[in-house]
């Protein structure tokens, strides 16, 4: 089981910046890949970037090279920053694992909105 505390999300003015946090209950070395989705109303859950427990990274193609995610093994910690935000980010941000036995576990969710 993992669980997660969020933080981060928020009101922002378009081309602002935001930076989410999701740290872990579990040492991250057991987990293969940590990430972030968004679901945005009336929409389905979309992947905004994971990074692997070797650094490798992940990001939707709409949003590579302006949401950099990292991770702190030290702190259970991974981070999203997300730079020029757009009115079409306003959602619901999900951090979300998966073990190396394939088990994917979410957070709660933690709201971004994004005001033109």
């Known amino acids: 089981q993992v669980q997660f505390v969020e933080s981060g999300g928020g009101l922002v003015q378009s081309g602002g910046s935001l930076r989410l946090s999701c740290a872990a209950s579990?040492?991250?070395?057991?987990?293969?890949?940590m990430g972030w989705y968004r679901q945005a109303p009336g929409k389905q859950r979309e992947l905004v970037a994971e990074?692997?427990?070797?650094?490798?990274?992940y990001y939707a193609d709409s949003l590579k090279g302006r949401f950099p995610i990292s991770r702190d093994n030290a702190k259970n910690t991974v981070y999203l920053q997300m730079n020029s935000l757009k009115p079409e980010g306003t959602a619901v941000y999900y951090c979300t694992a998966v073990l190396v036995d394939a088990r994917r576990y979410w957070g709660q969710g933690t709201q971004v909105t994004v005001s033109s």
């Open positions: 579990r040492s991250i070395f057991n987990i293969y890949t």
């Open positions: 990074i692997t427990s070797d650094g490798t990274t």
